[in-house]
Every structure is written in structure tokens, then in C-alpha cells.
């Protein structure tokens, strides 16, 4: 079977502030079975290069990536030059600066990014969006998120759903997983749970709440290319471990 689970380093932000942290964090994630990651985290001035290079050295692929919307603005160039180093062709953006959630700021975002779109198009990248929670509030009656995926070409805009965040935002991740099918070669996979102190946290994958044989069967269908496991906070435990109980479960489920 094909390995489609990556890791998502945003989890081990902690650990990848140098060229030697990135090193060990590599190496780690491809013990624990990885065969793939997303680049995300990144602490200053890591040469791109000494990245590809630890990446092949580990037998590992970046599948995706996590930018700044301000340098697919100003340094695009830059940008591809990365990617191509990485042989990766999904780059993506955490998020929008918060003068974009709102309307205008909506129609700011589609016009900004449809040049942006065509020149990664040219060199055979595409480009997708990793929703939070704020996306599902409503303008008029309608979600922003929906606004967004419906004014978009799919051509020029991919979906990077984050199934805790949907969840977050009072939808279904299912239902929205089915929703972008054929434009979401991207998912994020992180699981929720609450304690009896009904605090909302982060939870390894099949610890939490999420339904995962729905979600997973929907991502399927909709043709998910990779599935990246990432825990914003890992609370009392090592990220490296809660990213193996993650990789162990998804295994269980299937995935590998």
C-alpha cells in the first residue's frame, strides 16, 4: 500500500529552531515510520538547501508546505526556488493576516492570489488554504469558508481542510471533506477531546471524539492525496510521541 501519512513539524516547532534541531527531528519522524512531512515551523536563517539534503538523507519526502501569505506576495520567486529544491509541489499558507476575514478582505484575497495561482501553475505547483475555526462564521448568512471554496476556481484555489478546526467552527468535517472533493489533494488530521474539567484539547489521532472511519472514507472518495498529522499543543506529553501514537492509530485505521 502506498504511505500517505506525513507529519506536520509545526507539531515539533519547538525542536526545529536550527539546522541541527531539524536534523534530529527529521530523523526522528522517519523512525517512528513517516515516510513523508510538512514543512512548517522553521526557525530563521535554516538554509533551504542543508533541508533538502537532511530530507533525502532520511528518505523522506516534503509533501507540503506551510508560508506566509506575505512572501507568496513579495518573494514568489523565492518561494518556487524552495519547492523546487524539495521537489514538492503543494505549497500552502497556516492562514490569513486577520484584515482578511471579513468580506472585503475575502475579495482581496481571490484577486491578490489569482497571479500567484498562475505562475505556480507554470512550474506544476498548485496552491492550497489550511482553515482554523474563523472561516465558519457567517457574513450574511453564509460561512466565509463557503464563500471562499464557491468564488474560487478549483484550479486556482485547493482546500487544506483541518478537520479539528471545522469541527471548531461547528461543522462537519465529513460533510466538508465531501464538499472539496476533487480540490483537496491536502488534509489535516488532528483529534479533539474534552476533559472533565470541560476543557476543548488537542488529542492524538483516535484518542478524541472525532468520528475517523467517516472521515477517513470521505477523504478517500474525495481524493486526498496526504494526510498529515499535526497537534498544535501535546500538553504533558513529548510531540514526538504523541506523533507516534498518531501514526500508530492511523495505521490501525488503514493508513499507512
Known amino acids: 500500500?502506498?504511505?500517505?501519512?506525513?507529519?506536520?513539524?509545526?507539531?515539533?516547532?519547538?525542536?526545529?529552531?536550527?539546522?541541527?534541531?531539524?536534523?534530529?527531528?527529521?530523523?526522528?519522524?522517519?523512525?517512528?515510520?513517516?515516510?513523508?512531512?510538512?514543512?512548517?515551523?522553521?526557525?530563521?536563517?535554516?538554509?533551504?538547501?542543508?533541508?533538502?539534503?537532511?530530507?533525502?538523507?532520511?528518505?523522506?519526502?516534503?509533501?507540503?508546505t506551510h508560508t506566509g501569505w506575505d512572501r507568496f506576495l513579495n518573494d514568489l520567486d523565492g518561494v518556487i526556488e524552495e519547492h523546487q529544491l524539495w521537489n514538492c509541489k503543494h505549497p500552502a499558507i497556516g492562514g490569513l493576516p486577520g484584515e482578511y476575514h471579513n468580506l472585503d478582505g475575502l475579495k482581496r484575497f481571490l484577486d491578490e492570489l489569482a497571479p500567484i495561482a498562475e505562475k505556480l501553475a507554470a512550474v506544476g505547483m498548485d496552491f492550497s488554504y489550511h482553515n482554523h475555526n474563523h472561516e465558519f462564521a457567517k457574513y450574511d448568512g453564509k460561512?466565509?469558508?463557503?464563500?471562499?471554496?464557491?468564488?474560487?476556481?478549483?484550479?486556482?484555489?485547493?482546500?487544506?481542510?483541518?478537520?479539528?478546526?471545522?469541527q471548531a467552527g461547528g461543522a462537519d468535517p465529513t460533510l466538508w471533506v465531501r464538499k472539496c472533493a476533487g480540490r483537496e489533494p491536502l488534509l489535516h488530521l488532528k483529534d479533539m477531546i474534552i476533559t472533565p474539567k470541560r476543557e476543548v484539547r488537542f488529542a492524538e489521532i483516535g484518542e478524541g471524539n472525532l468520528n475517523w472511519p467517516a472521515i477517513?472514507?470521505?477523504?478517500?472518495?474525495?481524493?486526498?492525496?496526504?494526510?498529515?498529522?499535526?497537534?498544535?499543543q501535546c500538553y504533558e506529553r513529548n510531540p514526538f510521541d504523541s506523533l507516534a501514537i498518531s501514526y500508530r492509530n492511523l495505521n490501525g485505521m488503514g493508513l499507512y
Open 1 to 64: 500500500m502506498e504511505k500517505v501519512v506525513a507529519a506536520q513539524l509545526y507539531t515539533v516547532r519547538e525542536y526545529t529552531k536550527t539546522i541541527e534541531g531539524v536534523a534530529e527531528s527529521l530523523k526522528k519522524v522517519a523512525d517512528i515510520g513517516y515516510s513523508a512531512v510538512q514543512i512548517s515551523g522553521f526557525g530563521a536563517g535554516i538554509d533551504p538547501k542543508e533541508v533538502a539534503k537532511l530530507v533525502e538523507d532520511n528518505g523522506l519526502t516534503v509533501a507540503s
Open 216 to 232: 477517513l472514507e470521505a477523504a478517500k472518495e474525495s481524493g486526498v492525496e496526504w494526510y498529515f498529522v499535526e497537534q498544535d
Open 143 to 166: 460561512t466565509w469558508i463557503s464563500m471562499l471554496y464557491e468564488q474560487a476556481d478549483p484550479k486556482m484555489l485547493k482546500a487544506e481542510l483541518d478537520v479539528y478546526w471545522v
